[in-house]
């Protein structure tokens, strides 16, 4: 089955075990609506991608990391979201979800989300002790405090930010949970696909900071220019837009050269062209901004 | 050790694995404040005289478990008091976490201990696979959705409310999970304590309902009439005062027949009646607002 295909069944499932019998309708539809179509699901893509180039001896449970970690991803987009934060009003060109539901349900989403990550982790215990234990360990390690995504949020709260802590909690955090992930779930150590996570989660910065200020919000389907806004730093301010770009070649290549030796090698040197593709931003009309 | 001091140090670990070493320092300091002493600890005593009561045979489980169940609670008060809930400026006689820090890191702070409650019962599962895994799925449902706090908190946002999933999983869901956990930790099935936590969830929501009608705000450490402000159900106005008061009685009685045969029957039921007279509000004064 085709990677995409296994985790949609993976999410839809995890989706609807959330809304099963009784419960408050607005939240369970948030839950669907905040994890919908329209995500590039870039993650739990690469965490498959590693998975299957280490051998993918346990399906269900590489199919259960994938999930946890988009369900990681998506909550922490739920919340970002909020009026308090980047008080975005869409995302993936639909309204975020405490416009179109509210606040209290928004806060909420993002809760639970948070929790049907560990939970469907949790689930796999029984099967795979050890790797399911590691798994949670590493989720856990990147998506909260000290090191996760949650520091790499509350770096923006202190007047003087860590450049290096902030940026690897910040986005890199759930790269190198989606690499080190893809192998512990294969059955192998975690550490030699550090490295790996950690570059495309470079390369996505860069990208990202990009597309922030070379994009309208109409192509981005979100608010633009918010780094400018929220005097963020961001590489197109440092290096210019080509400097910016420069730069993103050098991390993704260097990304190739860090994949382990491993029977997937190559096809996991062509899932980072790939993502590189993806991530570099095609710089046509609207660049009135820069 | 006494429990409170096992608790205690178990509780000031997890706080300080979450704060080590490059850390944004708002965000840990509001870990320590929205977890720190003032709070009654009623759900992890509880968890903890159940286990003891079964035996106690992995104690380093048993406050993995009470931790994780502490922490999740106090996300839940952190995340609560926001303004878009209850817009709440005091808990415990102090500021609020939104007040003290920023609503930002109220909303990361929240997340953060969200992440550490399931951190903590991960590190476990190596030792105790079959007791961790039960523990988080137990800690998973009575937090998340469909069942949990979140689900409890998202039926507010409902046109039409089942009252009594609302109750179950509002306030019920930590006690059923206090009751359950303690029991798993020592190696027990949890759903024979799943009454006695039922119960004590019940007597909990009719003695808030109390201390909210009854007591000023000065008195109670955080603002009161919030049921009447928000028309949210309230024991009082169903039943007046005396009416509240004995069947929060009754409740307690039935709570202390459901407990399980078990070695340590009698000291539970010795802790349900001290639970009961923490519970019950002194109608001293000040009870001018009903």
Tied chains: 1, 2.
Aim: overall charge negative.
């Amino acid at each position: 089955m085709p990677l995409q295909s296994r985790f949609q069944a993976a999410l839809d499932a995890a989706i609807s075990r959330a809304s099963d019998g009784i419960a408050p309708k607005h939240l369970a539809d948030a839950l669907a609506y905040s994890t919908g179509p329209g995500g590039a699901r870039i993650r739990p893509t690469i965490l498959m991608s590693v998975a299957r180039a280490c051998g993918d001896d346990a399906p269900e449970l590489t199919d259960a990391a994938a999930v946890a970690l988009e369900l990681i991803h998506c909550a922490s987009l739920v919340h970002d979201d909020l009026p308090c934060f980047d008080n975005a009003n869409t995302r993936r060109g639909k309204p975020t979800v405490h416009v179109a539901y509210s606040q209290p349900i928004a806060v909420l989403a993002g809760d639970s989300l948070i929790v049907m990550a560990f939970e469907t982790l949790a689930r796999q215990v029984p099967k795979h002790p050890e790797r399911a234990a590691q798994l949670l360990m590493l989720l856990a390690r990147q998506t909260g405090m000290p090191h996760g995504i949650c520091a790499g949020q509350g770096w923006e709260s202190e007047a003087k930010i860590d450049l290096g802590a902030y940026h690897r909690s910040k986005t890199g955090a759930l790269f190198v949970a989606a690499t080190q992930m893809g192998g512990v779930a294969s059955g192998q150590e975690s550490e030699p696909w550090t490295e790996l996570g950690a570059r495309i989660g470079e390369a996505f910065q860069v990208a990202d900071d990009l597309r922030d200020a070379l994009y309208d919000s109409e192509t981005l389907g979100k608010p633009v220019g918010q780094d400018d806004l929220h005097g963020r730093p961001n590489a197109v301010t440092q290096l210019g837009a080509d400097g910016a770009i420069a730069r993103l070649t050098a991390i993704l290549s260097g990304a190739i050269a860090s994949i382990p030796h491993c029977a997937g090698e190559a096809m996991l040197a062509e899932m980072v062209r790939k993502t590189a593709e993806r991530l570099t931003p095609v710089v046509t009309p609207v660049q009135s901004r820069v």
